[in-house]
């Protein structure tokens, strides 16, 4: 996604932007993957989120899938015919493939922190009563462009590692300035959440009883986000983590160490994605019309003996995937050059 | 209730992206394995041309594969965007499936298919072989995990109801694993896709040899499509009939709708091969039988009966009464989760209670329902006839045709004629569709059949969508059409220019067109010459004979 949004920036000319492109070639569509199974995931571990969060951020949705739609196809078309009108055109639609998934994922975040109007009717079908525009308010903002501008961060150092010369150079500018649009958007983000309205569940709690989600009373109070932090102290460490990683990546980045950097943006992402998941613990979806309609993690999941073949699968398979997508990096590793592009002109994208 | 439009607009939105998407998965399906093939064939003779092989229809693999992956996003999104209420209702078993899918095969899949395109020169022969069957088991594995999905829609077995969390949950993992129709299902798919595939590289390179270019290369490609081609037709059609034999077991209704079977015949029954249904008057006219055929397919017996429309009308009126008793005893347990008596009550007949769900699409309160609501809801249970016959006969005439194409085909590669043959060469370029039409028939006759379910028996469509507006649809449905449209258009450009192009696309310098003057790359056509020049001291033959290999 980082890649995909520096693509324009960071290439001026088209063999540049070549090299920008086969830097992730051989990999983006392994990687899209986990977003892919990441919506699988969530159809199979909690339906009831699946169903409400997708169809309620209907257009929201739409805007993610439609732009996605220009990635796999421009990555493939691109360089398959010479005209540089047909180049540009797939460019853009890269660029705009990566950039509006990543502010629209933050931004639809940025709503469930804040309570999203659904309720259920009695046969516990979903009603989104709000509307397409209500999600652009101020803090979904600022969370639209704090997920934007991470992602930027980690491709530009994975940019810095894979490329030389001017392109390795204006995505070390780009890291600088995306990973400062970042720290400083996750610390409005965290001063805002802090006087902001959270959700507190008031009924007794019983895990792992088959449940409906309307059997529970839930409270809505001023800072009560911030609650977890003082019940579970240690989780304080993860925007610590989010910061830190920030910081590290700027020092790393200024003097040449593009791995370091690379590793510090994603402890950031880690960081600020839990910190994220944290704050609304145990909810998965507020919802801001009827509290008590809200979606916590235990009472819209999946059976026991789904989620315990889900697990199993899991387990195995994770350790698999990341064992041979990183022997894909491995067998690819090196800098990409404009010379390697000319050489292998029909083959490369 | 949902209204009536959004229920027809959420189905017209969900068959339109299926059918985009399909356009694209049976040539993935069918060439990853003819690569693998080609592949295999490089690494145990050295023969560089099979290399060029694999790359050149490589090339064209990677065109189709990419839409395939952009129309399958929106597949595995739009259960939860467009059938929430769908999604809430069967996602304990229907999501795994999915999930599954993107763990053990989609990863796969799409990890190897960046080496298969960059790998060559970073990993040995061996390495890469290894790389392309990965993704061919990758991209089929996908296909098994979807059609266990899309099995468990026609046959939902390993499952029950929940009353408290209201919806349907898993019983069994391994019953919907081996579901017996998502193994026949399976093997139907996939052998579909592999015909997909040869009819492909089949009638491109038939055209190759029609225009006299690049004959080596297409003589080769020909021989293996033909082969493959014929394995697949067979498989294809021994496995649509053994999911005829399933359709029979589990899906009386879409059985008789598919063969117009108004009335029960008495066993075996026959198999009604050409007639025009009549479904205001039940009856087909110019109807010409088989005898008993159908009963053997269908029951694999020659005393079992296959149930009529006539007979399933009064089992289904049966059970949308039982349904109603369901459908109020469930609201009364709602209102009164620990009382263990209506709890009882429930149980004992909640195996009807998607029938009582049919009449919501007439009334809200079901006890409330007239018995005029009650016999448009048993004729709502059997699908509407005439398409579902018709787009069966279809298929299956498509499937001869091409069936016929591949024995010949085979025959003449066997013989090593066929080059002589230009009608059967011809037969081959103008039949590449067919596969395609075969595909996508094949898909409206499973899931039109399986109207007015979304889960048959278990949960009707009309309840199953997402509560949207009509606008909020008819804005959705003209986007993805618009795009969909606009990003076909593009494949299809590129598919037409890399298959005319042939092998030459490579820049080896060894094919046809090669040492002509191009507009294509017609800026960097002294970079290429370079090239050229490269490989002409490589291989001395190669910049003289472009229409044979030295």
């Given amino acids: 996604m980082g890649v995909g949004t520096l693509l324009p920036f960071v290439g001026k000319t088209d063999d540049e932007r070549r090299v920008v492109l086969n830097s992730v070639g051989p990999h983006w569509e392994g990687n899209q993957v986990w977003f892919v199974t990441a919506g699988g995931a969530i159809f199979a571990a909690w339906p009831l989120v699946y169903a409400t969060a997708f169809s309620g951020f209907y257009f929201a949705m739409l805007a993610v899938l439609w732009a996605l739609f220009f990635r796999p196809v421009g990555f493939d078309y691109r360089s398959k015919v010479a005209d540089p009108r047909w180049r540009g055109f797939w460019d853009w639609g890269i660029f705009a493939g990566s950039a509006i998934p990543a502010l629209v994922f933050g931004v639809a975040f940025g709503n469930v922190i804040q309570g999203v109007p659904f309720y259920f009717d009695d046969v516990m079908m979903v009603r989104y009563t709000g509307s397409f525009w209500a999600l652009f308010n101020p803090f979904a903002l600022v969370c639209g462009v704090v997920s934007l501008a991470m992602l930027v961060a980690h491709g530009a150092n994975y940019l810095a590692i894979r490329t030389e010369a001017a392109i390795q150079k204006r995505a070390k500018a780009s890291s600088v300035v995306a990973t400062l649009v970042m720290l400083i958007g996750f610390a409005i983000g965290g001063w805002m959440i802090a006087s902001m309205p959270g959700y507190l569940i008031t009924s007794a709690v019983e895990p792992g009883l088959a449940q409906s989600p309307l059997d529970k009373t839930v409270i809505v109070q001023s800072g009560a986000w911030l609650s977890n932090y003082s019940k579970y102290p240690l989780s304080i460490l993860l925007p610590v983590l989010g910061f830190g990683g920030g910081l590290l990546s700027l020092l790393a980045i200024t003097r040449g160490r593009a791995g370091l950097a690379f590793v510090a943006t994603a402890v950031a992402e880690l960081g600020i994605i839990f910190t994220a998941g944290v704050s609304i613990f145990p909810f998965v979806l507020p919802s801001s019309s009827q509290p008590g309609s809200s979606l916590t993690v235990w009472d819209c999941v999946s059976s026991h003996r789904t989620l315990g073949i889900m697990f199993w699968v899991a387990l195995i398979m994770t350790p698999i995937i990341i064992a041979y997508t990183s022997w894909a990096y491995r067998v690819m590793r090196g800098k990409v050059t404009v010379e390697q592009i000319r050489a292998n002109d029909r083959s490369s994208y | ?550």
């Fill in chain 2, 1 to 550: 209730m949902i209204e009536e439009s959004v229920v027809n607009l959420s189905r017209l939105q969900f068959a339109a992206t299926a059918f985009y998407h399909f356009l694209f998965v049976p040539l993935t399906l069918g060439m990853s394995f003819l690569l693998a093939i080609m592949e295999t064939v490089y690494v145990m003779t050295g023969k560089e041309i099979y290399r060029d092989m694999t790359k050149f229809w490589g090339k064209l693999f990677g065109i189709n594969f990419a839409l395939g992956v952009t129309t399958g996003l929106t597949m595995e999104f739009q259960f939860g965007t467009n059938w929430a209420y769908y999604s809430h209702y069967v996602g304990d078993i229907f999501g795994a499936p999915l999930a599954i899918e993107g763990l053990v095969a989609f990863f796969l899949e799409s990890t190897f298919v960046g080496l298969f395109f960059f790998g060559w020169d970073r990993l040995s022969k061996v390495g890469h072989l290894t790389v392309t069957y990965l993704v061919a088991i990758g991209s089929n594995l996908s296909a098994v995990l979807i059609l266990i999905a899309n099995a468990w829609m026609q046959n939902p077995i390993g499952a029950d109801f929940n009353p408290v969390t209201m919806r349907m949950e898993m019983t069994s993992f391994w019953d919907l694993i081996f579901n017996p129709v998502a193994q026949s299902k399976f093997v139907h798919t996939i052998s579909a896709g592999y015909v997909t595939g040869s009819a492909f590289v089949l009638g491109v390179s038939a055209w190759y040899l029609l225009k006299g270019r690049d004959i080596e290369f297409a003589r080769r490609s020909f021989r293996i499509a033909a082969s493959f081609g014929l394995a697949s037709a067979l498989s294809v059609i021994v496995l649509g009939d053994e999911s005829g034999y399933h359709a029979a077991e589990t899906q009386e209704t879409k059985l008789a709708a598919m063969e117009a079977m108004w009335e029960t015949e008495s066993a075996p029954a026959g198999l009604t091969l050409f007639g025009i249904p009549d479904e205001k008057n039940r009856t087909t006219h110019a109807e010409i039988k088989i005898p008993y055929v159908m009963g053997l397919i269908g029951t694999r017996s020659t005393d079992k009966v296959i149930p009529g429309i006539d007979e399933l009308e009064k089992k289904i009126a049966a059970r949308i009464d039982t349904g109603i008793t369901a459908v109020k005893a469930l609201e009364a347990l709602r209102r009164d989760p620990k009382n263990a008596d209506l709890l009882a009550r429930f149980t004992a007949v909640k195996a009807d209670l998607g029938y009582g769900l049919l009449l919501k699409k007439y009334v809200a309160d079901v006890s409330q329902a007239t018995p005029e609501m009650k016999a448009r809801a048993v004729d709502d249970a059997i699908p509407a006839v005439a398409p579902l016959f018709w787009s069966f006969r279809l298929m299956v005439g498509l499937s001869l045709i091409f069936l016929s194409l591949f024995v010949l085909s085979f025959w003449f590669a066997a013989r090593n004629s066929f080059m002589q043959k230009r009608w059967l060469l011809k037969w081959a370029v103008w039949g590449i569709p067919l596969p395609w039409i075969a595909c996508e028939l094949g898909w409206f006759v499973a899931e039109y059949g399986r109207q007015p379910w979304t889960i048959h028996g278990v949960l009707p469509t009309h309840l199953s969508t997402s509560a949207l507006s009509a606008g909020s649809l008819w804005f959705s449905l003209s986007g993805f059409l618009l795009f969909y449209t606009l990003l076909l258009v593009a494949e299809l450009y590129l598919m037409f220019k890399y298959a005319r192009l042939g092998p030459a696309s490579l820049g080896t310098g060894r094919y046809h067109l090669e040492t002509l003057p191009r507009r294509e790359f017609e800026h960097d056509r002294l970079r290429d010459s370079q090239a050229h020049l490269v490989a002409a001291r490589r291989r001395p033959a190669a910049g003289l004979r472009h229409h044979g290999w030295p």
